[in-house]
Each structure stands twice: as structure tokens, then as C-alpha cells.
């Protein structure tokens, strides 16, 4: 069986995480599926956003801790274990994670990769890797204090403690919980909203954005002027203020 399953939705990609019987944990193998399917699409202009979701009970509830747990520290130091996951992180299509049920471990972190998580009513994050003589190894010590703050981010890694999908709205992590049978729905909806702009425009707010996290004010306000003066090349700025001024829908090329 497939451990991703995807269809596309015009110019959205829905992949769903299949491995249901194993609450969808996170394996190298799933890694290498993914990245074979994301990567080519990432560079085609007929998609304009990725929709990840989980299959079954849970969104992921971590990584393969069957494939980790006989590994040596200098098996892990070799492979550079968890270093692939970047590459999803990298990739420049707006990614959404749309979560229900559990997303705990690793896959609160794929989540925090993406750009945006939604979330029903019985979704619950999570870093509970200290319970198992471990810590976060795929980003969460960097990027859930980014995105929550410092002190919750402390107490969820150092306590274990998950929180529910309304705790990370009020907290950040989450931008809106939609009903459990509404969530897919909701979300391509609102992917297909991003995907219906300027692909260079989408693509440059986002690394906009992104680079909020590595550099300072300054350089970041600096950047953004910068992609900014840029979009003035192309023909989606020209096409989208002009139907603005004629007061009509603009007809991007993307």
C-alpha cells in the first residue's frame, strides 16, 4: 500500500498520510514518497498550493519509532536523520496542514512545517518525546517557540502536555478550527483562494513571511521592499492594478 495517497483539485493538491494502522507515523520511506510526488509539482505553475492531511485517527501521531529505536548515536549522526523533512519544509507552494486528531511528535512538527494548519474541534498537538528519553528532532524546539512563545513551548516539550485544538488557536499555532466534517472541505477552498492569485506574487509573500523567523527587522523589512519593487516585472502586477482601476476581476496568468 501507498503510505501517501493524493488527488488533485484543480490547482490544489490534497496528499493524505496512509498509514492508518500505525497512526500514520512519519518513516523515511513516507518521507521519500512525499518528496517524490511535492517536489516535480512544486515546479509546475499549474499548482498552486498543497493541502496535507492524516488518514484515519490521527493527522500523524509522530515519527516511526520502530525504525529509530535501534539505532545508535552514530547511525543517526551518519544518516543525518530527520534532515530530509527540510526539504518538505523548503519547498516554495504555499503548504496547508489541515489536522484532526492527534498531531504529536513529529507530526506536530510536518504540521508547523507547513504555512498554515487548520484544525477540528478534536485535533491535539503535542512534543511528548522527553516521555520516551528523547526531544524534538525535526524542528519543534525552534519552531513552536517562534510560532507560541517561549514559555508554552518549555512547558509542552519539557512536560509533555498536548494541547487541544482551541488552545493552539488562542496560541497562535492554529489560524481557525473549522468543524471535523467541514475541515477538508474549508481548507481546499481556501487553498483554491490562494491558488487563484499571481503565482510569483503567492510565492514571494510567502518566503516574505518566512523570512521574518531568520533575520532581523531591518533586513526583513529590506527583503520585502525588495521581492516588492520586484513584482513590478511582471504581468500579474500590471494585469491586477489595472482591472482594480476598471473595476473588475483580474484575469491572472499565474
Known amino acids: 500500500m501507498a503510505l501517501i495517497s493524493w488527488e488533485r483539485h484543480d490547482r490544489v493538491v490534497l496528499v493524505r498520510l496512509n498509514r492508518p494502522e500505525a497512526l500514520n507515523a512519519l518513516s523515511q520511506a513516507m518521507l521519500e514518497e512525499l518528496l517524490a510526488l511535492l517536489t516535480p509539482l512544486d515546479r509546475d505553475p499549474g499548482t498552486g498550493c498543497f493541502v496535507i492531511t492524516g488518514n484515519g485517527r490521527a493527522f500523524a501521531a ?52 507547513c504555512d498554515i494548519i487548520y484544525a477540528s474541534p478534536d485535533a491535539r498537538f503535542g512534543q511528548p518525546e522527553v516521555r520516551i528519553g528523547v526531544m524534538p528532532g525535526m524542528g519543534g ?23 487541544t485544538a482551541g488552545e493552539a488557536e488562542s496560541a497562535g499555532l492554529v489560524a481557525r478550527v473549522f468543524p471535523a466534517a467541514d475541515l477538508i472541505q474549508a481548507t481546499l477552498e481556501i487553498a483554491r483562494t490562494i491558488s487563484g492569485y499571481g503565482r510569483a506574487a503567492v510565492l514571494l509573500a510567502r518566503e516574505a513571511v518566512a ?13 520585502e521592499r525588495r521581492v516588492f519593487h520586484s513584482l513590478f516585472g511582471t504581468a500579474d502586477q500590471k494585469e491586477g492594478m489595472r482591472a482594480f482601476l476598471e473595476k473588475r476581476a483580474p484575469e491572472f496568468g499565474r
Open 62 to 113: 509522530g515519527a516511526d519509532i520502530r525504525e529509530m529505536s535501534e539505532q545508535s548515536r552514530q547511525d543517526m549522526l551518519e544518516s543525518d536523520y530527520f534532515a530530509g523533512w527540510e526539504k518538505f519544509a523548503d519547498l516554495r507552494t504555499p503548504k496547508i496542514a489541515a489536522v484532526a486528531g492527534h498531531a504529536l511528535g513529529g507530526g506536530c512538527e510536518l504540521a508547523m512545517m
Open 211 to 223: 523570512q521574518a523567523d531568520e533575520v532581523g527587522l531591518r533586513e526583513g523589512i529590506l527583503f
Open 141 to 163: 524546539s525552534q519552531r513552536l517557540p517562534r510560532l507560541i512563545g517561549k514559555a508554552k513551548a518549555m512547558e509542552m516539550i519539557l512536560t509533555g502536555r498536548s494541547i
